[in-house]
């Protein structure tokens, strides 16, 4: 038998068995420099290559699905013995997800050999066009362009007055009229986009960018707002509620999957975000505002946003007068709340002339 032919014992095949049952029928091993995932299920074995076509995720760390190893990082799916993919979950990222190498096994009276000479080649996916948000960030000619982006959270069957909301929506229309910019307002309660569900705790590598969520779910909304802040808005005004002493849990849900914006920087060097300008109204029955904005100043700074003078305009009765009527009226009848808010806007769009020149 010649090296290229060679046999390797890999062991016991009943104790490789056992082990591979006890411990989620599949094991990463390493021989001569290959990674391999070998999996046992109903009395047969599998040896396939052990990092995924798609990113080079680790199929041993994910799950068997009948007969398929499910990748932990996207979920695609590759038949256990022969290598093949074998489902649609890469989908709408390509549309084929190609084979991974697979290696010849065989049982000789109690043992198991595997013969890396045999191994099949890889086939690479057929990978499909990118989501469009995905394109390098280049401002359009044009006025400035100011976005007012609302958090709260509403139930659009039941619509309700909102104290930040309405701040928002009259500081934009008077801009609009008065600042000579485009204006658009953005309200998260109207987006249907998913819970972040975890990538970057997987892998700094598995949260991408676009977001992964976005690229394999076609009917997630969140694709709404990277759009509108990477590349349409110069200018974008947040506005949220204090929730318990925080901002909405709307807004919290937005923030966790603008993870895969600041990931870039932390990973390529790519800051998307440039040139941009933020501000904020945080209004609320409690108070709190300082570290509400905090928070908030300090994850938009980290996203690229930089801000004006006088960043926020706030609002709160404290937390000895929470009664919320009297707390709605008094922003809705507020001249100077609402001249504030327009202020807000100015600055904003003042300092953005700066920054975009």
């Not at 300082?290 to 996203?303: I, K, P, R, T």
């Not at 001249?339 to 904003?348: G, I, K, N, S, T």
Request: overall charge neutral.
């Amino acid at each position: 038998m010649t090296a290229s032919e060679e046999w390797i014992d890999l062991g016991e095949a009943k104790e490789l068995a056992r082990d591979l049952e006890a411990n989620g029928l599949v094991k990463e091993i390493v021989l001569k420099d290959k990674r391999i995932a070998l999996s046992y299920r109903d009395g047969a074995f599998g040896a396939i290559g052990a990092l995924c076509n798609h990113m080079g995720g680790p199929l041993a760390e994910g799950r068997m699905v009948g007969e398929a190893l499910e990748c932990p990082w996207h979920y695609w799916q590759f038949d256990r013995r022969t290598g093949e993919a074998v489902n649609a979950a890469h989908e709408p990222l390509a549309s084929a997800g190609g084979r991974l190498p697979s290696y010849p096994l065989k049982r000789e009276g109690d043992r198991l050999w595997i013969q890396i000479a045999g191994e099949t080649p890889r086939v690479r996916p057929n990978y499909n066009p990118g989501h469009p948000v995905g394109r390098d960030p280049e401002r359009a000619p044009g006025r400035l362009r100011v976005l007012a982006l609302s958090t709260t959270v509403i139930d659009p069957a039941h619509p309700r007055y909102s104290t930040s909301e309405a701040l928002l929506t009259s500081a934009l229309s008077r801009a609009e009229r008065e600042l000579d910019v485009e204006t658009r307002f953005l309200r998260l309660a109207d987006l249907k986009f998913r819970h972040c569900e975890g990538f970057y705790s997987k892998s700094e590598r598995a949260c991408t960018w676009p977001c992964s969520i976005t690229k394999m779910d076609p009917q997630d909304e969140m694709a709404v707002v990277y759009e509108a802040l990477v590349h349409w808005a110069d200018v974008v005004i947040i506005g949220t509620p204090i929730r318990w002493g925080s901002a909405s849990s709307l807004y919290y849900k937005m923030a966790e999957r603008l993870n895969a914006v600041q990931n870039q920087i932390t990973l390529r060097n790519r800051v998307l975000i440039q040139k941009k300008v933020a501000a904020l109204v945080i209004t609320g029955g409690q108070d709190n505002i300082q570290a509400v904005a905090g928070q908030m100043l300090s994850f938009f700074g980290e996203l690229g946003f930089t801000f004006p003078p006088f960043p926020f305009v706030a609002h709160s009765l404290g937390w000895s007068a929470e009664k919320m009527a009297a707390n709605m009226e008094y922003v809705r009848s507020s001249e100077d709340l609402h001249q504030h808010a327009y202020e807000l806007v100015e600055r904003a769009v003042a300092h953005a002339r700066v920054a975009v020149g």
